[in-house]
């Protein structure tokens, strides 16, 4: 709830800037708000469910449902520069849900990883969406009462390292993900069996080795 709230208050302080930094679409509060709402319960759902599997499935629902808020949001173009940052921040939270739910379906139905395994995986994507998700709480400084005497500069800075936290961390669970598939890919070398792994993650640019 309290991200929720700080949420809608960053973007209502984005329409009470000046006009040159005011979001120009119809309305993107309820699809920041879904997004971050979607975040919020897979992390929940992440760390309360007791059997891995089913916690996964329920988690590749609240996925399924909040897609269509980062897919809305993805698509708006018409924004000025500051206003863009803003929704870049929140779209790169939405990713790493996208990079998490994605990738482990695929580690899911990999023979290389145990269960244990698997289950630890999990909760260090939890623990990165988590940490990428508190990057918000920095934005209330743009909002907050004490600083309403903030100079547009400020809020900028303030803006622009909550954009570099969260590309940050949508960069860290790229890199968390390929070293995870990486094992995978190892193992199945030595068992001279790459092909599947292959197939199953892509072999683009052999990226995971």
Excluded: H
Aim: glycine content about 2%; hydrophobic content about 35%.
């Amino acid at each position: 709830m309290k991200t929720k709230i700080l949420l809608v208050a960053v973007l209502i302080a984005i329409y009470s800037l000046p006009s040159k930094a005011q979001f120009v679409v119809s309305d993107p509060l309820n699809l920041a708000q879904g997004i971050i709402n979607t975040t919020k319960q897979i992390i929940e759902t992440s760390t309360t469910a007791k059997n891995m599997v089913s916690n996964f499935k329920e988690t590749v629902k609240i996925y399924d449902q909040g897609k269509k808020y980062y897919d809305a949001l993805k698509s708006v173009n018409n924004l000025i520069k500051d206003a863009r940052k803003v929704q870049q921040t929140i779209l790169l939270i939405g990713e790493i849900s996208d990079v998490y739910v994605n990738s482990f379906q695929k580690m899911m139905r990999d023979e290389n990883y145990t269960v244990e395994e698997l289950g630890a995986i999990a909760f260090g994507y939890t623990k990165l969406l988590e940490e990428s998700n508190n990057v918000l709480k920095e934005m209330k400084d743009v909002v907050n009462i004490t600083t309403l005497s903030m100079t547009d500069k400020e809020r900028i800075d303030v803006i622009d390292r909550c954009y570099n936290s969260a590309k940050k961390y949508r960069n860290l669970v790229t890199y968390y993900t390929n070293k995870n598939i990486s094992v995978s890919y190892l193992r199945s070398k030595k068992k001279n069996d790459t092909s599947r792994v292959l197939a199953l993650y892509g072999s683009s640019n052999e990226k995971y080795w």
